[in-house]
């Protein structure tokens, strides 16, 4: 436990410039193409649902169950009062989520905790297993989770940071893309049950309100994320 604790608790130094903007690059690219968004979309649907799951609870409400979907969608059932803070936090905590623990990613990869970060991570994923409600959501899960612990295990702690920044610099950029996706579904009239409708009809203001203040929130997550994470020159600060 000594061990561990101190594995824990010892920053590490952080990678040269060059691995932060590669991983940052490379964490657009993923983003940006269709093909790899489609194959990574999921992880960050992981994030979206969990931001409801975890507000529902801070609010009070009975979390029912989380289903993750193989077409990348989810759903988080909970139950309480139909209106009120304690649904309009929850509902407002989906298309934030991904940006903001990108974000309390950076602040933690960037003052070299990355055990803590990865820790952190494994142990939510675990949360989540335990109020899954379908086979593929458990396997996702498990597979997320048991890859990152093995790479994590077995890899060393330069590995595991460049692992670190590349899921920060992916869930900053990839929680902003499915917003602009909200946005445009909802110009077609494709998401008429979307999280922005419903909170729409729970608080009155228009759902595009909505979707300008997940873009809002995410792309200052995104802003504040790569001010921790970029190494400015000494002279630049």
């Given amino acids: ?70 077409d990348t969608s989810g759903v988080t059932l909970t139950r309480g009062r139909p209106t009120g803070p304690g649904m309009i936090l929850t509902a407002a905590a989906g298309y934030v989520a991904p940006s903001l623990l990108g974000l309390g990613g950076a602040l933690l990869t960037s003052s070299g905790y990355v055990a803590v970060l990865i820790t952190v991570v494994i142990a939510l994923l675990v949360c989540m297993l335990v109020v899954i409600r379908n086979l593929f959501g458990a396997v996702s899960l498990l597979a997320v989770g ?9 890899a060393p702690p330069e590995v595991d940071a460049v692992i670190a920044y590349l899921a920060v610099w ?55 994320g790569a001010y921790l994470l970029v190494p400015f020159p000494a002279g630049l600060l």
């Fill in 1 to 70: 436990m000594t061990e561990v604790w101190v594995a824990l608790t010892t920053a590490q130094p952080q990678p040269p410039a060059w691995v932060v903007l590669l991983s940052a690059v490379t964490a657009l690219a993923v983003v940006t193409w269709s093909a790899s968004w489609q194959l990574s979309r999921g992880l960050v649907t992981i994030a979206h649902e969990g931001g409801h799951a975890l507000v529902a609870l801070l609010t009070r409400r009975k979390l029912q169950g989380i289903r993750l979907h193989s």
């Fill in 146 to 154: 048991g890859a990152l612990a093995a790479l994590t295990w077995y």
């Fill in 170 to 224: 992916f869930l900053l950029f990839g929680g902003i893309r499915p917003i602009l996706e909200l946005g445009r579904k909802r110009r077609r009239g494709r998401a008429p049950d979307s999280d922005a409708d419903q909170l729409a009809r729970l608080t009155f203001l228009p759902g595009g309100f909505w979707v300008l203040f997940f873009l809002l929130v995410s792309g200052a997550a995104l802003l504040v």
